[in-house]
């Protein structure tokens, strides 16, 4: 059972000091965040995209989102390579709406 200290937002951490990124570097990290299972939000001044972004998390996947963010910095490209390879490998195919504006929707 969670407490409310657990679903507190507090910002992900980065050799102990709060994680702060441009807003298209933070909209990817909540991205790999969420498909780790850990729900994130952006927090910063969108008027001003180049100042720090944080991302905000539960205080119970704090570590835990600390943890995925590191490993996948220490993956670095070649990871993001082989990953992309497997889904290839596996099927995986872009979404049928990927290519919208041949619908006329535009």
Same mark, same amino acid.
């Given at each position: 059972?969670?407490?409310?200290?657990?679903?507190?937002?507090?910002?992900?951490?980065?050799?102990?000091?709060?994680?702060?990124?441009?807003?298209?570097?933070?909209?990817?990290?909540?991205?790999?965040?969420?498909?780790?299972?850990?729900?994130?939000?952006?927090?910063?001044?969108?008027?001003?995209?180049?100042?720090?972004?944080?991302?905000?998390?539960?205080?119970? /996947?704090?570590?835990?989102?600390?943890?995925?963010?590191?490993?996948?910095?220490?993956?670095?490209?070649?990871?993001?390579?082989?990953?992309?390879?497997?889904?290839?490998?596996?099927?995986?195919?872009?979404?049928? /709406?990927?290519?919208?504006?041949?619908?006329?929707?535009?």
């Amino acid at each position: 059972m969670s407490t409310p200290d657990d679903t507190k937002l507090v910002p992900v951490m980065d050799g102990g000091v709060p994680l702060g990124v441009p807003m298209i570097v933070a909209t990817g990290l909540q991205s790999l965040l969420q498909a780790n299972g850990i729900e994130a939000f952006v927090s910063g001044f969108r008027a001003e995209p180049v100042l720090p972004f944080r991302l905000l998390v539960a205080a119970a /996947d704090a570590e835990r989102a600390s943890a995925v963010i590191a490993e996948a910095r220490a993956g670095g490209a070649a990871a993001a390579d082989e990953a992309e390879s497997a889904g290839e490998t596996a099927g995986d195919l872009p979404p049928d /709406d990927l290519n919208f504006g041949s619908r006329g929707l535009l």
